[in-house]
């Protein structure tokens, strides 16, 4: 697979066409806001971000790529939905939070800039592609020696089917129908599988879990539903 067809275009088109409501923290998105500091919480514990150059990939909006930008970090977010990377430029001049964004696959900008990374993030993003082990793969080549790649994905368990699928679209509307299709889920184990396919070594995992009585999110170490990866490529 080439880095033009790794990519579901009906997934483009589904999240370009939430651009609009995608800074809205109680809107269609507030999951990915709701979990945003925690995810920078786990990356915290591994990288000092000041002065950091970091890629987002499948940036989405944004949200992550400010967070990260907010923190010191020299962030450049990448997409491949321009609605999306239109509203993540907007958000960056309203806030005034130094940002760079640019429509380009993981695999091309691995190709054009390898090793030209401190760390790379890529979140929520894996399971929507045709082929994750090839953006993982393209991760792995942008990140420099001795640098942290970050994977969050949602794990293929039946719990992960019934919490993030039947509960969060359909019983609690937290995320919009279709947002997420089971058989996209990617187990822990596939995941370093892969990431030590391509040479990277895992530092460290965390669960991200709902509690539906405080409508809260937090780490900890139930990785059955959605969890972060952090990896170290070696020097
Ligand atoms: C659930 S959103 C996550 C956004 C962001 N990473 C976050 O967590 O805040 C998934 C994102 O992946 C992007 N995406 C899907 N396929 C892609 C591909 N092949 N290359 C780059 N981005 C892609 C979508 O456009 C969307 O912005």
């Known amino acids: ?27 269609e998105l507030k999951t990915l806001h709701d979990i945003n500091p925690l995810r920078l919480q786990f990356i915290r514990r591994f990288i000092d971000l000041k002065g950091a150059r ?12 400010e967070g990260l930008a907010k923190e010191g970090a020299d962030a450049l977010g990448i997409d491949l939905s321009a609605e ?14 130094p940002t760079q964004y640019r429509k380009i696959s993981a695999e091309d900008l691995a190709a054009e800039q390898p090793a030209g990374f401190d760390h790379v993030t890529c979140m929520e993003m894996l399971e929507h592609v045709p082929d ?25 368990k039946p719990k992960a089917y019934l919490l993030a699928i039947v509960a969060a679209e359909h019983v609690l509307k937290m995320l919009p129908k279709g947002t997420h299709e089971y058989k996209t889920f990617i187990k822990p184990s596939e995941l370093c599988q892969s990431a030590r396919n391509a040479g990277l070594q895992l530092s460290g995992v965390v669960g991200i879990e709902y509690n539906p009585l405080t409508q809260r999110f937090s780490l900890g ?15």
Not at 54 to 65: A, E, M
């Open 1 to 27: 697979m080439t880095a033009s067809n790794n990519v579901h275009p009906h997934e483009i088109n589904k999240f370009g066409s939430q651009a609009e409501r995608w800074w809205d923290p109680q809107g």
């Open 54 to 65: 970091i890629v987002d990939v499948g940036c989405g909006g944004g949200i992550l790529t």
């Open 84 to 97: 999306l990377l239109d509203i993540a430029d907007l958000h960056g001049l309203e806030s005034g939070i």
């Open 132 to 156: 994750p082990g090839a953006i993982i793969n393209a991760c792995a080549t942008l990140v420099k020696p001795g640098g942290m790649v970050f994977f969050s994905t949602l794990n293929r």
């Open 221 to 235: 170490n139930d990785i059955d539903v959605n969890y972060i990866a952090a990896f170290r490529r070696p020097e």
